[in-house]
Every structure is written in C-alpha cells, then in structure tokens.
C-alpha cells in the first residue's frame, strides 16, 4: 500500500513539473512578433496578415496615432495593455510601446529570389550569409540589402540567426520588402547558383585580391561569412574568386553588417557605370 501510494505521489508530482526547455520554443515566440514604430507601421503598408497589434495604455502620440489609425482603417484589433504588461510581452528593450503579432515569418525558397530578378528584368542579385549568428548583424545585413537592390538573400537553418521580431526591428522593417530564403545547407544553395548562371564571390582577408579591383557586374552572389571565422573553407572552395576589405588599423577585421555594406555598394557601383 505504501508503495502504491509513494507511486501515485510521484505520478501526482510529475504532473507539476515545468516542461523542459526547447530552443524551439523561443524561436516561436520571437517569430510572431515584430516590435517598434517603425517596423509596424513597415508591416502595415506591407499588406501582410496581422492578428493583432497591443499598444502601451496611453500611448496616444506621434506615430503611435498614426499605427492605430490604419489598423483600424484594416480592422485590425488594437488592444491596450499597462506598461508591465508590455514589458513582459516585449523580446527587445525598446519596443516603443507597439508589438504587432503576425503568422510566423515566410521563408522563400532560392528559385524564389532568382523569379524576383527576372520579373523585374534584371540580372540575379543574391547575398549569401555562412553562419551570420546576431541578429542585430542580420537585421542590418537586410536592411542594407533591401536599400541595394538585392533580390534575395540566403540563410542557413542551423548555427545561425533566424528572422525574429529583433532582426525585424534593427531592419527597420526591411524583412517585409526582401525575399529570404533558408536552406540546409549553404554549398549545396550555391551549387544551384552556379547552375542558374551566377557568378560566386566569397570574402576572405587572407586572399590577395582587393573587392574593388574585382568584376562584380553581371549575375552575382556575394558570400559574407561568420561574425569570428568568416566563411567556412566548404564554402569558400565553392566560391568562383574571392575578394578582400583593406586593412590599415591594428584590429584585422570588420563588423559583417558594415563589410556586407561595403561589399554589395561597390557591386552596386559598378552595375550602375555598366548600365550608363
């Protein structure tokens, strides 16, 4: 009996435990999320699906009035909560008083990006990223994508930063105007590249060839790799030629967001002196 007993404790207290801790789970959470002014009025004007959008009780000025207005116009739901309320709904600091819920992010696949360019009548476009692992570095990344031009970029499932309501605010919305796609593995994404036509240039600081004394005109992929190790050496034998950032200071490396800057605005450059 006293074992019975013990047993029906045991199931009893099994039953009020927490469930164990998934990974998975804060992905979830950062994916139906997207925080601040800015990206919500973005999602707005995207005309992509929105449950629902909470705002701080009185928060009722500047472009807050202006993020309620067009929900309503749309018949989205715009709920008030206090302050702490907010805070604990809230995946980023500063989240300005406004957290839009939407379906989870839609990824495309890479044939997807490689359609955008031909509809558009240009030559393909894409940006690769090899385990870029922040996602304030992938929220800018994007941001500065978007603003180039590119048709897509290309990201890995594993050991590297997903879009979350994070990446979609540092973005400032950008993630709603550009076609992501994610993929299993990196080599075998640029393997269909090539197949498509496109010229792949990798970035490595050990390589002799400077970026801007490189053709980055015509179809063209350009891979930025890790934030500490750059691109993996899978990778980067996968690549067509690679290019490199001058170096003149005592620290030998740059921020991936800025060298993705500086990389894609020269291919952008000379695209543009082709096209004069």
């Not at 890479?110 to 992938?138: K, R």
Request: glycine residues 6%; contains cysteine.
């Amino acid at each position: 009996m006293k074992k019975e007993k013990n047993k029906q404790l045991d199931n009893k207290n099994a039953k009020k435990k927490k469930p164990v801790y998934n990974k998975n789970d804060e992905d979830k959470l950062y994916d139906d999320q997207v925080e601040g002014r800015n990206s919500v009025l973005e999602l707005l004007e995207s005309e992509k699906d929105i449950n629902k959008i909470f705002v701080t009780r009185g928060e009722r000025h500047g472009s807050i009035n202006k993020i309620i207005a067009i929900a309503k116009e749309k018949r989205i739901i715009v709920i008030e909560k206090d302050k702490r309320q907010m805070e604990q709904m809230a995946q980023t600091e500063n989240y300005q008083g406004v957290i839009a819920i939407v379906p989870p992010f839609e990824y495309c696949e890479v044939e997807d990006i490689i359609e955008q360019a031909n509809s558009n009548q240009e030559e393909p476009f894409v940006l690769l990223l090899d385990g870029i692992e922040d996602p304030h570095n992938l929220g800018s990344i994007i941001r500065t994508a978007e603003t180039a031009g590119i048709h897509g970029i290309i990201i890995p499932k594993r050991r590297a930063a997903s879009v979350n309501s994070t990446v979609n605010k540092v973005s400032c919305g950008a993630v709603e105007h550009i076609k992501i796609a994610r993929v299993t593995n990196i080599s075998d994404a640029i393997e269909k590249l090539k197949e498509l036509g496109l010229w792949i240039c990798g970035t490595d600081i050990n390589t002799e060839k400077y970026y801007y004394n490189q053709d980055l005109t015509g179809p063209i992929a350009i891979v930025i790799g890790n934030e500490g190790s750059g691109i993996s050496d899978k990778v980067k034998k996968k690549c067509d030629f690679l290019v490199k950032i001058p170096m003149k200071g005592k620290v030998r490396s740059l921020n991936a967001s800025v060298s993705t800057g500086i990389i894609v605005y020269e291919a952008v450059k000379q695209k543009m002196k082709m096209n004069k």
